[in-house]
């Protein structure tokens, strides 16, 4: 069993803060669940480009307010309550009106390691396969 509490993973290497999201990794590749699991911050007033290219992901918005932008496609309101899952690795904008909390879920799991590169991606590290 894994048990672990938010307060014991900030200012850990398990959490990391970019200019415009903070991630606080509870499960990782190495917890071997099959799925990595986030709670992750989106920074106030903020756009990040992002594409999931080598990673599937679900997203559960339980605070703040913002909006999903799928590039060539439609633009999703996120508010508390609303779920989104990035099922075909669609690349999109993610933009904050205000701090947004969301739960996230990673396929196949992270490493703890991925950041953003310039094209929005995480890279498919080492030990990433599931």
């Given amino acids: 069993m894994i048990v672990k509490h938010l307060e014991d993973l900030i200012g850990t ?15 990782l590749q190495h917890d071997q669940m099959g799925f990595s699991l986030h709670d992750t911050i989106i920074k106030a007033g903020t756009e990040t480009y992002i594409w999931y290219k080598n990673h599937l992901e679900a997203v559960y918005c339980i605070e703040g307010e913002g909006e999903i932008e799928v590039v060539g496609g439609e633009t999703y309101q996120i508010r508390p309550g609303m779920m989104y ?12 009106r205000s ?8 396929n196949p799991p992270l490493t703890g390691r991925e950041v953003h590169d310039e094209e929005g991606v995480y890279p498919l590290l080492e ?3 599931s």
């Avoid at 990391?16 to 606080?24: E, H, L, M, N």
């Fill in 13 to 27: 290497k398990d959490d990391i803060d970019t200019p415009t999201w903070a991630s606080r990794r509870f499960l």
């Fill in 85 to 96: 899952a990035l099922s075909g690795h669609e690349k999109h904008y993610l933009r904050a």
């Fill in 127 to 129: 030990g990433n396969r």
């Fill in 99 to 106: 701090q947004m909390r969301m739960v996230c879920v990673f």
